[in-house]
């Protein structure tokens, strides 16, 4: 069942998928940038929640998901 999700999550909405990994890579640069290693695990935490509320991934992200849950859900009910 698994295989199955997983190829129809790449097929049935592949430009989605596409996009969110791209703005992925760029997330993580800025995030990095943003959320220096120097700080606290408190600090880095608490910067990274506000970075990504505030970011693009979370917006193309949580379609990703919404699109997921309408075009695979017979897959994800198994």
């Known amino acids: 069942m ?11 909405y592949s430009k ?6 791209k703005e992925n890579k760029i997330f993580e640069k800025e995030q990095d ?5 120097t700080l606290t695990n408190e600090e880095i935490y ?6 990504y509320n505030n970011s ?8 990703y998901v919404k699109c997921g849950e ?5 897959y994800k009910k198994n």
């Open 33 to 37: 940038k943003q959320c220096p290693k």
């Open 56 to 63: 693009e991934y979370k917006k193309i992200f949580d379609e």
């Open 70 to 74: 309408t075009k695979c859900k017979i």
């Open 16 to 21: 989605k998928n596409k996009l969110k990994e």
């Open 46 to 51: 608490k910067c990274s929640e506000k970075f």
């Open 2 to 12: 698994l295989k199955q999700l997983n190829k129809c999550n790449k097929t049935k």
